[in-house]
């Protein structure tokens, strides 16, 4: 054997080893997702609308996850956990806190308060003297690994929010969402007694969260599912939960409404048919996993955004998989005749108009 063939059989050996016996905290579990939906036709067919949109508020921010609009000013928390406010034409900014984690949930309270959903802190509150106050890191016991999304009812009584998973912090998401171990939780921060309760558990990767019209349901988004479901909190059917949209052509982020009759979704990335394909097998996903700490994860980059109807039907498709595209969309708000986007990885915020969107 010469040594060339020695040195090749070496290096087979070495990776087969590496994917086969590498340890990982991953434990895949077994599930059958339904066949992807298509991208080429239908009520998902690709498209460039998102094509046109603009940069607004700062330019080198990293990764402007969540935004809030107030009096002409953008408010998002970026990766270095800074929560910052930027003017529209980005000539201003300014420091609102340092979380010390990752803000990745914004809302702010009747009596003024900021509400924070941090990724490494938990749920925090920040006050108009810029007071930073921890208001829960953990419900019924089990500390939050990945508070995500953060919604408050009209009166100001409750806060909604998700743990993304128990088991798996900030920056392990793509973990979280191969292992589909169903430990994201939504759950209720009572600002009157300080206590937070657990709504639903089980749930694949908690993440977005907002508010149906009064207040009647809460909706949050399974990303590791490829859907939304619903908690209702009012009506004949509170304390219940169902499907308000499912089988997803991407993976669902945050999600938010516009207060009359519109929702918006935002897809971090389209579905990736090698982790459908896989979805039954855990010991080869679980290679997958040891695989992603050498590789680059498999995400194609695509802006991706839906808007959904109050019956959870569709009723915008807004993509652009050109080269320049802003991707990966991580929220998407509209206010007035525009919608906003922020992205955990960008750096910057972008708009595009509503009527566009619309169209």
Known sequence: MSKALKCVLLIIIAIGAFL?????????VAWTPSPAPSLSSGVYAENQRLKGVERVGAANIDGPEALL??????ITGLHDGRLIRTSLDGNTTKLLA???????????????????????KGLLSLDAQGRLVPLATEADGVPFGFTDDVAIDKP??????????????YGHDGDAIIEHGGDGRLLRYDFQTGKTTMLLDKLEFANGVTMGPDDAYVLVNETGAYRISRYWLSGPKAGT?????DNLPGLPDNLSFNGHDRFWVALYAPRNALLDATATRPFVRKMIVRAMTVLPKPVEKRGFALGLDLEGKVIANLQDDSKDNYSPITTVREYGEWLYFGSLKARNMVRLPLSKALQ
Request: charged share 20%.
């Open 98 to 120: 340092q979380t010390g984690g990752r803000p990745l949930g914004l809302a702010r309270h009747p009596n003024g308060l900021l509400v924070i959903a941090d990724g490494v």
């Open 20 to 28: 086969l016996l590498m340890p990982t905290k991953v434990r895949p």
């Open 241 to 245: 939960h169902d499907l308000f949209i």
């Open 156 to 169: 100001g009584h409750f806060a909604y929010f998700s743990d993304a998973s128990s088991r798996f912090g």
């Open 69 to 74: 609009l107030e009096n002409d000013t953008l």
